[in-house]
């Protein structure tokens, strides 16, 4: 049970949402043993299946499924028992009398969960075309806020939501609105930047396994798991139940955003949440299953489109990158010192990596070019460097956050990028980027997240959304990620010279 005493940020990333034991209105859920006996149902049966929960309970699935129903679930839990995926089966006649139903399920050690949904209606088109047709548009579009522009609007044609945001995590996992569609009425919120607490931890980390959720209308009431804890001892695991009802803090926060109805598509990238496609509804919006499944698929075509770009432009940076490893292999592989050679070195150095200025520090010789700071202000981080012991390539895009002394570089240099080129006493070259006075626009005063809540003293998300605005002046524009590794790779053969030179030299001596 999650303690609200205590008011504090790291509540939100306790609380256990997918064992909060609730479903939402929209359908109803059977958690079955692997011999078909019901376990668990949710206490809204009645309304889908005609029983209810109490009666379920204890029951083999047969005596409550016709044939079809039974032949359709045991065939997909075959299925997606192997490959852990759950699936789905549209418009269904389950109890043999005619109704519809979309089932969801899913296979885990603990139990078969199916779900039951009213079968959405007949479509006009199929949906995969769409979908198809959709990614298709978004492939040939080169600059990247048009991309995710059309992206949110490709999401909003197909469910229908006021607003659609392609919403991408940062390093210090705040997140920004990058991408939107909005209908008419709807404010903006493109360019808002959310703390890393909006979308806590554990959220994040179920967002990586299950890839789609709804929230289909926040005033809908919610019902119980029956019984809310199995034989096992344990409250039903509802991680991958698509009918889950949400944690009541986050629906607390839409309900402050006037937003009604909810949606959210993973996008995985390379193995990591990239980000989200977030959709608000001004009214409820039960979207059904076929054109969520078909949300859910258009959301992975767009992580590899994603992922493509990263290659791409990956390619060409390591393209430079080997021309660089070249040059500097020509160059100090015909008897010029790495100090010598160092003002052309920085000039090939800022093709791959841009840089306000540069340091050698290299057997206690200190070379400068460009916005740096002083060989005295230099020394102190350059110990510093040393002890934060990274024999890799370190980068930062506000040094003064990890080394006070740095302050002093004032309008010199915020961010580093140090990468070591000998064994010890550290060798550098550092490369320096002066601050840029960067506007984050928040949604709501960040600082503030906590407030009393209806409950007592309880953790409750800002009421306010107006935006607020926060200038920052200590850092850098980031280091990117392909830009850290080309340095890793610059840093290599730097070393690999560096250690060469030094053996050629002592046996010179010897
Ligand atoms: C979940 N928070 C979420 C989700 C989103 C956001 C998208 C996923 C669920 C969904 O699809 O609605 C946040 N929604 C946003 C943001 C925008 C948006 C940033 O549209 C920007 C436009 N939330 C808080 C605080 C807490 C909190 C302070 O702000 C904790 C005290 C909790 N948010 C919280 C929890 C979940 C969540 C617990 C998980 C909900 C669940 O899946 O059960």
Redesign the pocket.
Known sequence: QPDYTTVDLT??DR?P?QFLGHVQDFGCLLALSSDWMIRHASANTETFLGREAEDLVGTHLSELLGGEGLHHIRGEVQVSGRHGEGSRIFAVDALGDGQLFDLLVNVSPQAIIVEFERAGSKRRTDTASTVRSLIARLSGLTDERRFFNDTARCVQALTGFDRV?V?QFHEDET?E?VGEATTRGMDP?MG?R?PA????KQ?RA?YLRNRI?L?ADVDAPTHGIVPRIGADGQPLDLSMAATRA??P??IE??KNMGVCA???ISIIVRGKLWG?I?C?GKDPRAVDVETRTAAELFGQLFSYELAQRWQDAELSLAETARELHDVILTTLSSGNSLSSTFSDLAGDISEVIPHDGIVLYSEGAFEAFGSTPTREEFLGLARFLNTAGASRVFATDHVAGVYDKAENFGDRAAGILALPVSRSPRDYIVLFRRPIAQTVTW?GNPEK?VETGPNGIR?T?RKSFEAWQEVVHDRSRPWRERELRAAESLRVTLLEVVLKMSDDARQERE
Do not use: K, T, W
Not at 197 to 200: F, L, T
């Open positions: 509540n939100c609380e949402i945001m919403y997140g609105v919120f808002l959310y607490s909006d979308i806590p959220a179920l959720r929230i949400v944690s803090i986050h926060y839409l909810s949606m959210s989200l977030a608000h949604a997240p953790l998300p």
